[in-house]
C-alpha cells in the first residue's frame, strides 16, 4: 500500500530552461489535465513534443496519422508531434490468425456478461503481442527523440495513457449500469469486476494505464544514459487518482469517488513509479483531484467533490483571489440559486454517513453499493439542476482551475520530486493561486 503523501508545501521554481524539453506520451484530445502540463512548460520556454496512439482504419489496421490529422493534433498541441502510432492495448491483436479480442466480443450481449468466454490462450497471447507492438514502437520513438534533443537539454518524459476498456459494444449498457444505474437497471460493479469481462477489464486497464509506464521508463535508457553524461536530467511523471483531500464539514479529509474499478491499475502504476525511484529514476506520480471532462462523463457524481474546491481557494488563497471566481460560478447558477445553497448541497453529500461507512483509504478502491449510487447519482443532479444552462457548469469552471494548477505543480515537482507518488489535493491547490506562481489561473 502506497503510503498517503499529500504535497503540502509548493515546490521550488523547477531548473527547466529554454531549450529543455517536454515530451508528452500519449495524445491530446479536447481538454484535460495534460493541457495544464503543456501549458506550464511552454511558459517556461521549454519545447513540447508530443505523440500519438495513431488511428485504426476500417479493417483494424493501426496507422500514423494523416497529413490532415497530424497538422490538426499539432495545432490542439502547440508543438511538434512525432508520428509514431503508441496505442497501447490489445483489444484489437490478432494472433496465429485467431479472432482478436474485439472481434471474438461482436456478438456478445450484455445479459450475458457473467458466462462470456474467450478461445483458450487468446487474451494472454493478444496481451503479449500489444506488448510486443508498443515496445517496438517505443523503440522507434526513442531513436527519433535521441535526434530531436540536444545532448544536455534536461527532459521531462510525462506519461498520460489511461483508460483500456475495450472496443466492443458490449461494455457501454453495463458500464452504463454500474456507474449510472439506479433501481433495476442498476449494477454492483463487484459482481462485474469478478466477471470474465470484468478480469479482460483489469488487464485491459492494468496494460493501459500502468504497465505503459514501466516500457515507457524501460524504452528511454539511452536518453538518460546520454543525459546522465551531459548532466541533464531526465525525469518522469505520470496522472494518477487515489482519492483527493478536500474541504468536508470545514475540514481537509480524503475521499474518493466510488467506483472507481481503474484504481486497481493506478496502484499498480504508483508500483511502477516506486520501482523505478529505488533505482534512482525520478519518476512521480500525481494523484490529481476529480475533474470533469469529456472522457469522465461516463463516472456521473465524480464532478461532486469538484464543487468544495471553491471553499479551499477562499481559505487558502484568500477574498481577492477568490471572488471573481465565485461571481463567475454564481452566474451560471439559476435566478434564485446561490453558490452558498450549492456548497451545502454538495457537502451533505460529501459527509454523508453512508460514504463513511464505505470510503477508506487502506481499503480502497471501493465497490459500489446500490445505496450510495442512488444517493450520489440523486445529488449530481440535483446540483446540476441547479445550473441555468446545463452546458455551462460550475464544475466545468473549477475543472479548468484544477488541471492548470496541476500542470504547474507537476512541473516544478518533477524537478526533484518528496516521493514516487504524491496527492496534490484542494488545499495546495488554493496555495498556489495565492503566490505569485499561480498568476492567471483564475
Known amino acids: 500500500m502506497t503510503e498517503y503523501r499529500p504535497l503540502l508545501q509548493l515546490p521550488e521554481q523547477a531548473g527547466y530552461k529554454a531549450g529543455d524539453v517536454l515530451v508528452l506520451v500519449g495524445e491530446l484530445f479536447g481538454r484535460g489535465y495534460a493541457n495544464g502540463l503543456v501549458d506550464e512548460a511552454r511558459r517556461t520556454g521549454m519545447t513540447v513534443i508530443g505523440t500519438t496512439v495513431g488511428r485504426r482504419d476500417s479493417d483494424g489496421t493501426l496507422r500514423p496519422l494523416t497529413a490532415e490529422e497530424l497538422a490538426d493534433a499539432e495545432a490542439l498541441l502547440g508543438g511538434t ?86 472496443r466492443a459494444r458490449v461494455f457501454m449498457p453495463l458500464l ?49 544514459s546520454r543525459g546522465t553524461g551531459a548532466g541533464a536530467r531526465v525525469c518522469y511523471s505520470a496522472y494518477g487518482y487515489h482519492g483527493t483531500g478536500i474541504l468536508v464539514n470545514g475540514e481537509y479529509r480524503w475521499q474518493s469517488y466510488t467506483p472507481y474499478v481503474q484504481g486497481f491499475a493506478k496502484m499498480r502504476l504508483e508500483d511502477i513509479a516506486a520501482e523505478a525511484t529505488a533505482q534512482g529514476i525520478p519518476a512521480t506520480v ?88 442512488e444517493l450520489m447519482l440523486a445529488s449530481s443532479a440535483e446540483l446540476l439542476e441547479m445550473h441555468a444552462d446545463q452546458k455551462q457548469l460550475v464544475c466545468a469552471e473549477l475543472s479548468r482551475v484544477v488541471f492548470l494548477a496541476t500542470g504547474r ?18 488545499d495546495i491547490i488554493g496555495q498556489l493561486l495565492a503566490d505569485p506562481r499561480g498568476a492567471g489561473i483564475v
Open 81 to 166: 508531434i512525432i508520428n509514431i502510432p503508441l496505442e497501447a492495448g490489445f483489444d484489437m491483436e490478432s494472433v496465429d490468425g485467431v479472432p482478436s479480442i474485439a472481434e471474438q466480443l461482436k456478438k456478445a450481449r450484455p445479459d450475458d456478461f457473467a458466462t462470456i468466454s474467450f478461445m483458450e490462450g487468446s487474451v494472454e497471447k493478444a496481451c503479449a503481442a500489444g506488448t510486443a507492438r508498443f515496445r517496438s514502437h517505443l523503440a522507434l520513438l526513442e531513436t527519433e527523440l535521441l535526434g530531436r534533443i540536444p545532448a544536455g537539454a534536461n527532459i521531462l518524459i510525462a506519461h498520460s495513457m489511461a483508460g483500456g476498456i475495450p
Open 176 to 224: 452504463n449500469r454500474i456507474f449510472k444505474g439506479t433501481g433495476d437497471k442498476y449494477l454492483a460493479s463487484e459482481i462485474f469486476w469478478n466477471s470474465p469481462l470484468g478480469r479482460l477489464c483489469n488487464s485491459s486497464f492494468n496494460e493501459v494505464t500502468a504497465d505503459t509506464f514501466r516500457y515507457l521508463i524501460e524504452g528511454t535508457a539511452a536518453l538518460r
Open 286 to 373: 500525481y494523484n490529481c483531484p476529480e475533474i470533469q471532462t469529456n472522457s469522465s462523463a461516463l463516472f456521473l457524481g465524480v464532478e461532486i467533490s469538484l464543487y468544495p474546491l471553491l471553499t479551499a481557494v477562499r481559505r487558502e488563497a484568500g477574498e481577492q483571489t477568490a471572488a471573481p471566481l465565485e461571481a463567475r460560478c454564481q452566474a451560471m447558477l439559476k435566478d434564485g440559486e446561490s453558490l452558498a445553497g450549492l456548497l451545502d448541497r454538495a457537502d451533505r453529500f460529501l459527509s454523508s454517513p453512508v460514504l463513511e461507512q464505505i470510503v477508506d483509504f487502506a481499503t480502497w478502491p471501493q465497490h459500489n453499493t446500490r445505496e450510495q449510487a
Open 409 to 426: 505543480l507537476m512541473l516544478h515537482s518533477s524537478w526533484n520530486p518528496a516521493a514516487s507518488t504524491l496527492w496534490l489535493n484542494h
